[in-house]
């Protein structure tokens, strides 16, 4: 068999697939509950528009919050401590290990912290000059 690598600078949704396949049937073959469940929770306006809100997966027992934004008119109301409680009450009810997030330096890790979230780690200057922030939150069941 011959093998060659290529490179593709605009990979295809077809291409990312066929490099996921392989690598979700060795997951699988590893660990249960290797397919992701997508949630999000919205916060719309009077129009009925999206202007922010939480997205998030559910993935090995772990709720992966991947987007939070609260709208500038919604800044200092709770609007982000109530999305992030809604996202800990999910995870307990799927009975997860816990949630963890990413977060630049600039983002806002302090809330985070505030949420009752650990860092786990950082990337310094990513980017330059500022720190790309890990945070978990164990869950006691």
């Known amino acids: 068999m011959n093998l060659r690598i290529e490179l593709t600078e605009k990979p295809t949704e077809e291409q990312r697939q066929a490099i996921l396949k392989p690598l979700r049937a060795y997951n699988a073959s590893k660990a249960d509950g290797n397919v992701p469940e997508h949630f999000a929770l919205m916060i719309r306006d009077d129009n009925d528009d999206i202007i922010g809100g939480l997205h998030g997966r559910l993935f090995y027992r772990w709720l992966y919050i991947d987007l939070l934004v609260v709208p500038e008119q919604a800044r200092g109301q709770g609007m982000g401590s109530k999305l992030m409680q809604m996202a800990e009450?999910?995870?307990?009810?799927?009975?997860?290990?816990g949630l963890w997030l990413d977060t630049f330096e600039f983002q806002a890790p302090?809330?985070?912290?505030?949420?009752?979230?650990?860092?786990?780690?950082?990337?310094?200057?990513?980017?330059?000059?500022?720190?790309?922030?890990?945070?978990?939150?164990r869950l006691s069941n």
């Open 110 to 137: 302090e809330f985070y912290k505030k949420c009752g979230y650990s860092e786990i780690g950082h990337i310094a200057d990513y980017p330059p000059g500022q720190k790309h922030y890990f945070f978990q939150k």
């Open 89 to 97: 009450d999910l995870a307990r009810e799927r009975e997860c290990v």
